[in-house]
């Protein structure tokens, strides 16, 4: 499985930005994925989770602001983020488990085992 993401930049706070991550090397619509963020100094930590059904889960410090979505005949996976915020300052990275399923549910994050090469994301207040 190989992830590669784009779409990330440099907005003020309140804007808006959308991620992609381009997904190959394996039939897409049979795994779950997710994207994650690591600010400097900080863990990496999942922003949010999407299953094969379509079921979604997110970080309760996006909720309400960034959506989760495919496109599995592309083979796409995206991140919309509005009402940034400074501290969604991050390098974004998508993933998928090691083991790949249907579901991530309960994943940590160290069951994910393909990782992009992560994304920038720049929020000035």
């Known amino acids: 499985v190989r992830l590669l993401e784009s779409g990330g930049g440099s907005v003020q706070s309140g804007g808006s930005l959308r991620l992609s991550c381009a997904v190959s090397?394996?039939?897409?619509?049979?795994?779950?994925m997710g994207w994650f963020r690591q600010a400097p100094g900080k863990e990496r930590e999942a922003v949010a989770t999407?299953?094969?059904?379509?079921?979604?889960r997110y970080a309760e410090s996006v909720k309400g602001r960034f959506t989760i979505s495919q496109d599995n005949a592309k083979k796409m996976l995206f991140l919309q983020m509005n009402a940034l915020k400074p501290e969604d300052t991050a390098i974004y990275y998508c993933?998928?488990?090691?083991?790949?399923?249907?579901?991530?549910?309960?994943?940590?994050?160290?069951?994910?085992?393909?990782w992009g090469q992560g994304t920038q994301v720049t929020v000035s207040s």
């Open positions: 090397g394996y039939t897409y619509s049979n795994f779950c």
């Open positions: 999407i299953d094969v059904d379509g079921s979604t």
């Open positions: 993933a998928a488990p090691q083991i790949l399923q249907w579901s991530c549910a309960g994943l940590s994050r160290a069951k994910f085992g393909y």
